[in-house]
């Protein structure tokens, strides 16, 4: 399956300025060897630290409703569940622009209490707010190395914004 700019950029944030062990298009059902569709994770990182599973769904925008985009959160909770891999932080990243006839938060509130309990933690980021985590992580991390190997080019690119001013700090 072609991979997206957002997977790229999950991938390589989680695995070199986050440091976790991750794999990138996870098949659910080969895992579960459970009947019925099948369901594919973008991300799965692995934060050894922590001792939690970090699942990113990224997605440039979505072609339903928020209420449909709510209701595929919860199947891929649900789904997430059938894995057994204990406690996990899931975020849903999206680019979808329409403005929501109902408070994205709530939604997001009423999935955590629907899932907490079973050990999941669930949050919802939009594009601008990811590319903000993966830049300040980018930042922070340059300083502690040289500069950002060449097998992550969209880091790289965000590592060339910075040292050129583009990317300007906010005070």
Known sequence: ?????????????????????????VSIKKYTH?????????????????GIHIIYELSEGWNVSWSEFVNEMGK???????LDI????????????????FNINEEISSLNRKFRDRGLSISYLNVPT??????????????????????YPSLR??????????LVEES
């Open 34 to 50: 459970k009947p019925g569709p099948d369901l594919e994770l973008d991300i799965i990182a692995y934060d050894e630290e922590r």
């Open 86 to 101: 204990g406690a996990s932080e899931v975020f849903f990243v999206s680019g979808y622009a329409k403005r929501p006839r």
């Open 1 to 25: 399956m072609a991979v997206s700019y957002l997977e790229s950029l999950a991938w390589e944030y989680c695995e070199f300025v986050k440091g976790y062990y991750v794999k990138r298009n």
């Open 76 to 82: 891929k909770c649900a789904k997430i569940l059938e």
């Open 130 to 151: 990811f590319l903000g985590s993966v830049i300040t992580g980018v930042r922070d991390k340059l300083r502690t190395v040289k500069s950002i190997p060449t097998i």
């Open 157 to 166: 690119l965000i590592e060339l914004l910075i040292e050129n001013n583009f």
